[in-house]
């Protein structure tokens, strides 16, 4: 079983729409996560961490679920430049402190 | 202005030819690694470095050598690179290492532009 999994998508979804990814990790010793962007062909940019009580960012909002062990994003009213590739990425602290990076969902939207 | 840059970006080169892939930040930071992006992979780590000197393997690290002499550069180096190597690379560092604690934020990892490297 892979340590963080993800829906490769692809998500087409109409501009406007309200979109949703899930992760789940598989290693209960992880300690913080986050969401990460990849446009195409360029490298991964931060989005934003998750809180263990859920946060938000104008129209993006994640969760985290410890006990189900999954993390979301949610994405309203998306736009056209949302299109792209979203990471999940979970840490641990484990002897030394570790990144680890789904294979992200990749979203395109549509005029 | 904060970056990490790699160099090459693009490179094609034949199988046994060593090559050496650069990286440098200007952000201080103690914290450099390298990965590598394969479909379906996604980003596999292949070397990292907590501080100058200090160097460790990553998930993936067979093949490949780093060395971490100054705090800004962390090259990688493929003494004979092989055509499963083909790959988009990419370098990474960040503050600091082993400062997390639950309500901490995040040290972002900030990544260089990448670099697309062909194995014949």
């Known amino acids: 079983r892979k340590e963080v999994e993800q829906d490769p998508g692809p998500f087409n979804v109409p501009e406007g729409a309200t979109v949703a990814f899930n992760c789940t990790y598989s290693?209960?010793?992880?300690?913080?996560f986050f969401w990460y962007r990849q446009d195409c062909r360029k490298e991964p940019k931060l989005l934003m961490s998750?809180?263990?009580s859920g946060n938000e960012d104008g129209r993006f909002t994640a969760q985290l679920n410890r006990a189900s062990q999954y993390i979301s994003l949610l994405i309203r009213d998306s736009k056209l430049s949302d299109s792209a590739t979203y990471l999940c990425?979970?840490?641990?602290?484990?002897?030394?402190?570790?990144?680890?990076f789904g294979t992200g969902t990749r979203l395109t939207i549509i005029p | 202005e904060a970056q990490v840059t790699q160099n090459p970006r693009y490179l094609i080169t034949v199988t046994g030819k060593k090559l050496t892939v650069t990286c440098s930040q200007n952000?201080?930071?103690?914290?450099m690694s390298w990965y590598r992006q394969d479909p379906g992979l996604g980003l596999r780590q292949i070397y990292y470095?907590?501080?100058?000197?200090?160097?460790d393997k990553g998930d993936v690290p067979e093949g490949y050598k780093v060395s971490r002499k100054e705090k800004r550069n962390f090259p990688l180096i493929l003494e004979s690179p092989s055509p499963n190597q083909t790959s988009l690379y990419f370098c990474?560092?960040?503050?600091?290492?082993?400062?997390?604690?639950?309500?901490?934020?995040?040290?972002?990892?900030?990544f260089g532009p990448g670099t697309r490297l062909t194995v014949l």
């Open positions: 990474a560092s960040r503050v600091g290492f082993g400062t997390y604690t639950p309500l901490d934020s995040y040290n972002e990892q900030f």
């Open positions: 290693n209960s010793a992880s300690q913080s």
């Open positions: 998750v809180y263990s």
């Open positions: 990425v979970v840490n641990r602290v484990f002897g030394n402190e570790k990144l680890t």
């Open positions: 952000m201080n930071h103690e914290y």
């Open positions: 470095s907590m501080n100058v000197e200090v160097t």
